[in-house]
């Protein structure tokens, strides 16, 4: 009787893949806020298509030297797969105009309010049951993004009027992407399930579909005939930039599978809980190497942040422990195995 692969139990690891998203999440929001605030970077859509660009390259890359393999492109399973693609395109983007405006603490803490719009989808879509235990987890992540932004709001200081209006589209930016993250997020967790894709076949699909979107927008939005680019790329900052945005590229490719890999081996709630229990290193970073202020409220609502955590942790062993018929979870998906002709039957 042989035993399980050692690469089937790393790939089926929920603790490997919620480390893997913890680490690529914490590195896309610092290096997508140091390109938009230090260079003053307006060509969002242009950078998002570079970091979609980036992921297929190191993806061709990996597979041309026998590290990875995922499936051949089919016309049939874009068509159908678009939908996801053009989700990701609307998170990603929503969320890089939030952290545009908002600190990374405040924005941190209100992206929290997707696990609950997530929970309640998994409720519709799943099946899942939402225990007194994860409503007070809920509240508390409430109580921890009402603390930040009244925190946010005090504590700022109006240069002129169209600050204020800075501050206000900040807000209306993060609850766009709390919805669309939320609907990418289930809508994925569906389609992975049904296509039967991979990781990596869930990377390549996104980043390829995604990329010609974003460069299509990028050039009817984001004044490429009226010099936006030449400014963008001035010869004083043009080395950094471009330094900072090849980082923004690895780290997209990073999140990618990570994102692919947590859902997958988890569940979405579970998947954007993790989110949430990276608020105290986004927010460190934030303190620490781009300038956001340690105030009570930030730390006030990064503490109860983290309470929500925990107690959503402790729900999870809790059905764990529980009888499979009272569980939580949704059925797991398919467990990953190699794909090396990439084709599935329609």
């Known amino acids: 009787m042989t035993g399980t692969p050692p690469q089937s139990i790393i790939a089926n690891s929920a603790t490997l893949s919620i480390l893997a998203y913890c680490s690529s999440s914490i590195i896309m929001t610092v290096t997508n806020k140091t390109v938009l605030s230090q260079f003053n ?51 990603i983007y929503t969320g890089s105009k939030s952290l545009q405006y908002l600190r990374i603490t405040v924005y941190t803490l209100f992206k929290n309010l997707t696990i609950i719009l997530i929970a309640y989808g998994e409720v519709l879509w ?21 603390i930040a932004g ?26 766009l992407n709390c919805f669309s993250s939320a609907g990418y997020v289930l809508y994925m967790r569906k389609r992975i399930k049904y296509f039967d894709f991979k990781d990596f076949d869930t990377v390549y699909y996104n980043n390829l579909l995604s990329m010609p979107i974003m460069l299509l927008l990028s050039f009817c939005l984001e004044g490429w005939t009226s010099g936006e680019f030449e400014r963008t790329f001035n010869p004083e900052v043009r080395s950094a930039l471009m330094s900072a945005i090849l980082l923004s590229g690895l780290s997209s490719f990073l999140i ?16 954007s809980m993790v989110g949430a229990l990276n608020k105290l290193p986004v ?17 006030f609502g990064i503490f109860f942040g983290f309470i929500a955590g925990l107690l959503y942790r402790i729900v999870e062993v809790a059905e764990l422990k529980a009888p499979a018929a009272i569980s939580i979870k949704p059925a797991g998906l398919p467990l990953y195995k190699s794909n090396p002709d990439g084709k599935i039957a329609d």
């Not at 030297?65 to 989700?87: C, Q, V």
């Not at 005090?154 to 993060?174: R, T």
Request: net charge neutral; charged share 10%; hydrophobic share 50%.
């Open 41 to 91: 970077f307006n060509m969002n859509f242009f950078l998002l298509a570079i970091q979609a660009f980036s992921a297929v390259v190191m993806l061709l890359i990996f597979k041309r030297l026998d590290l990875i393999t995922y499936r051949k492109f089919d016309t049939n399973e874009a068509k159908k797969w678009f939908p996801i693609s053009f989700g990701l395109v609307c998170m």
């Open 126 to 146: 799943f099946g899942s049951k939402v225990t007194p235990l994860m409503l007070l987890s809920f509240v508390f992540i409430v109580l921890s993004s009402v």
């Open 150 to 175: 009244w925190s946010d709001i005090s504590s700022f200081v109006p240069q002129n009027p169209s600050d204020l209006m800075e501050l206000n589209a900040g807000y209306a930016w993060m609850a």
């Open 256 to 271: 990618s599978y990570g994102s692919a890999w947590c859902v997958r081996c988890t569940s979405s709630t579970t998947y």
């Open 283 to 299: 927010a460190a970073s934030g303190i620490l190497f781009l300038g956001d202020p340690a105030t009570s409220g930030n730390v």
